[in-house]
């Protein structure tokens, strides 16, 4: 497997998936190693994948300085990875949680970086509220699912305010679009793979300031795909269409059907939609996998991102 050195000396891996033009893919949790991408649907077909293990999860070392896994100091390390593979520009593709890492990368160093997807954002870094009321709704989608009762009931008391220990496992059919077999084999896979206390580290005090985000992404010329799921309830469509208007080219697209794990609900709508975003502009060609929909932006943070 191969490793490279960050700026600090942490010894940090990555894993290599595919042929075709590189991208590096950045994992959410936040803080989760990045086995539970998989090789993104079959997207190693039409593009080499570039996992990176960030510091302190999967095969990469844990620093000897914890505060280093604040979001905004991560940054460097996707930059040490840039240099390493000896690429003076590159595409990122980030999910979830490490969409915030990837918007920090991007606001810092526009310059080198080409193209941008952010699956399933988190809204985090820049400062969008999403509210209750936008949660409740996209979960009301799922109402005439047989598990939907329960984890409402669960929904509502972590709104609320009132979450048991429970809670938060009782939603876990709102993470996909489908609550079947391999969905469930997905989240219980994913169990052991986030390093807590990096994560409690990665979004602390100091890591965000999304005002000055904001006005470095109004200035970011490279071309943006937003991709959301329609049933998403951590990242739903609304909030994310806030987080593509902030790009002078970005291209919004919801994929029907997917949860926050899009690559596992439709993989054919998934790889389509990534694919086509390396041609022209962003010019998406999606055939009967998907739509496209922008969205006027509204009122849209994060459950505990993935």
């Not at 894993?15 to 994992?27: Q, R």
């Not at 918007?103 to 193209?115: D, F, M, Q």
């Not at 052991?192 to 580290?201: P, S, T």
Request: charged share 20%; hydrophobic share 40%.
């Amino acid at each position: 497997m191969p490793t490279f050195s960050a700026h600090d000396g942490t010894e940090l891996a990555y894993h290599v998936f595919g042929d075709g033009p590189p991208v590096i893919c950045l994992p959410g949790g936040p803080m989760q190693d990045c086995a539970y991408l998989g090789n993104l649907g079959g997207l190693s077909a039409h593009r080499q994948l570039i996992m990176l293990d960030l510091r302190g999860t999967g095969r990469s070392a844990t620093p000897e300085d914890p505060a280093s896994y604040r979001c905004d100091r991560l940054v460097d390390d996707v930059d040490a990875l840039r240099e390493h593979l000896g690429l003076e520009r590159v595409d990122l593709l980030a999910h979830s949680g490490g969409t915030n890492l990837a918007v920090l990368y991007a606001a810092h160093h526009p310059e080198r970086v080409a193209g941008l997807a952010l699956i399933t954002p988190s809204v985090y870094a820049v400062g969008i509220t999403i509210t209750a009321d936008v949660r409740r709704e996209t979960a009301l989608l799922r109402r005439d699912e047989p598990w939907f009762p329960a984890a409402f009931a669960a929904l509502e008391a972590i709104v609320a305010g009132k979450a048991t220990a429970d809670s938060f496992e009782a939603i876990a059919p709102f993470w996909y679009g489908r609550w079947d077999e391999t969905a469930r084999a997905h989240r219980a896979a994913e169990d052991g793979h986030k390093n807590m206390e990096a994560a409690a580290v990665y979004g602390s005090e100091g890591a965000f300031a999304p005002d000055s985000t904001r006005a470095a992404l109004a200035r970011f010329a490279s071309p943006v795909l937003v991709l959301a799921g329609e049933v998403d309830l951590n990242s739903p469509p609304r909030a994310v269409a806030e987080l593509a208007e902030l790009f002078p080219r970005a291209e919004l697209v919801i994929q029907p059907g997917a949860g926050h794990f899009p690559w596992l609900d439709d993989a054919e709508a998934f790889v389509a939609t990534i694919a086509a975003s390396s041609r022209d502009d962003l010019r998406h060609d999606l055939g009967s996998h998907g739509e496209h929909r922008r969205w006027t932006p509204g009122q849209g943070g994060d459950l505990p991102a993935r």
